[in-house]
Each structure stands twice: as C-alpha cells, then as structure tokens.
C-alpha cells in the first residue's frame, strides 16, 4: 500500500528494516523515506551497490526475504520501497546537506528546502553516506 501520510509507525518500521537488512549484512549505502509529491505518496528510498552489481529486480527479492523474517506488526510494503543506486543524483544532492556514519540510524528531517535546484518537499533520513 502506498503511503499518503507518514506517520511514527512508518518511521520506526523504516529503522526496523534496515536494522535487519545490516544484520544480514546487506549493504544499505543510504536510506530515507521521500514524500513524491507528483504521485502524493511517500517512499522508503534504499540506495545499494547491489543495485549496480545484481540488479534492481533482485535487490528487490533481497529486500522481500528480509521483510519476511521481520516480526509483526510490519506494515511497509515492497510497493513502497524504492531502490536506487548509490551514484544516483538524488543521494548525491542529499549527501552535499548531510553525511552519517556507515552504520548509522538517524532521524533527520529534511522539509521544503532546495539543493543544488533540487526541491525536497520532505524527506526523513536514516542513513546518507
């Protein structure tokens, strides 16, 4: 189901994934969740090298094995999760605002502000190396 609103659960789900996915030793370059005006939904955005070396289709099947070991209540879909790669512009714009450590989980807010011509409506990130 795709996210028109974010709200605290959806934030602590997002932490809870990555969690897993650095347990497992999944490589989460950087991770957020971005509000997509266009489409009025929120996705959980998940930047790997993977997505270079394997390709998107299965990163994604990575990333739904790891949904599955999470206990309920879990309720971020794979619909609503993106994965990009870690040169893609939008992490880099985000990394000229911000960089975390590698294994990082943060919470910083980012809402209505430009980068390098690049308008983020709002964003939430966990981890932008």
Excluded: C
Aim: proline fraction near 4%.
């Amino acid at each position: 189901m795709d996210k028109t609103i974010l709200v605290e659960q959806d934030l602590k789900n997002g932490e809870r994934l990555i969690r897993k996915l650095d347990e497992l030793n999944f490589i989460v370059h950087s991770a957020f969740w971005l509000y997509i005006p266009e489409s009025d939904i929120y996705r959980l955005m998940i930047a790997t090298p993977l997505v270079d070396e394997i390709g998107p289709q299965e990163v994604y099947r990575k990333i739904k094995s790891t949904i599955d070991l999470i206990e309920e209540p879990f309720d971020i879909s794979l619909q609503s999760i993106s994965v990009i790669s870690p040169n893609n512009e939008l992490i880099k714009i985000l990394g000229t605002f911000t960089k975390t450590d590698a294994n990082a989980i943060n919470g910083i807010r980012f809402t209505r502000n430009t980068i390098n011509n690049m308008y983020i409506e709002d964003s939430y990130i966990y981890r932008i190396q």
